[in-house]
């Protein structure tokens, strides 16, 4: 509202001023809110290397989804993935496999879940966590070239090896020939 149309409904002022002043307030507050709100949710996934953020808007719940390749970067989230695979887990049974605290085990466990490679199941009252390998198959599909080159510089290599080790028995075969040659052999009596 502007000042001018404040004076002709009759404020004076020094009324219009006060309102000024308290709509400038507000809106500075809304503006720092929203910065505050804003900074938190992009600190938030900074600070926890988010690839994607889902937002379920229906229910104005925050899925967040990790890297795959983070998730399996830590030996204990390995091991981890080992166990589930085996069959599904429960926190608590998983935590005894390991020598760190059952905080330390949740971490991890929530790290697996958020990057959608555990996925849980409530029974009761009961978390059973079990594997989602397609979740995986980043991983794989980011692997596989590189296992073809090593397989084929292990051949190469296995090749090489198996040149010089016919070269050597070769080498080995005709210095034995020479020396039965040059020796003279024994007598009957």
């Not at 080992?82 to 926190?91: D, F, I, K, M, S």
């Not at 397989?151 to 198996?162: P, R, S």
């Amino acid at each position: 509202m502007s000042a001018a149309l404040l004076f002709k409904q009759g404020y004076k002022k020094s009324s219009v001023t006060k309102i000024r002043h308290i709509v400038h307030v507000r809106l500075n507050k809304i503006r720092w809110n929203l910065k505050q709100s804003f900074k938190n949710i992009v600190g938030n996934i900074l600070r926890n290397h988010l690839v994607a953020l889902y937002l379920q808007l229906n229910d104005c719940v925050i899925m967040m989804r990790r890297d795959p390749f983070q998730a399996i970067a830590d030996p204990t989230r390995r091991e981890i993935i080992n166990l589930v695979a085996r069959e599904p887990q429960t926190p608590n049974s998983l935590a005894e496999n390991f020598d760190v605290s059952r905080q330390a085990i949740s971490k991890h466990i929530r790290i697996l879940t958020e990057s959608g490679i555990l996925m849980l199941k409530i029974q009761g009252r009961e978390y059973h966590y079990s594997i989602q390998p397609e979740k995986l198959e980043e991983v794989h599909d980011w692997l596989e070239p590189l296992r073809k080159i090593w397989e084929a510089k292990f051949n190469q290599l296995d090749d090489l090896l198996n040149t010089l080790q016919t070269k050597k028995q070769k080498s080995y075969d005709r210095t034995r020939k020479n020396n039965r040659k040059q020796t003279p052999g024994r007598q009957k009596n």
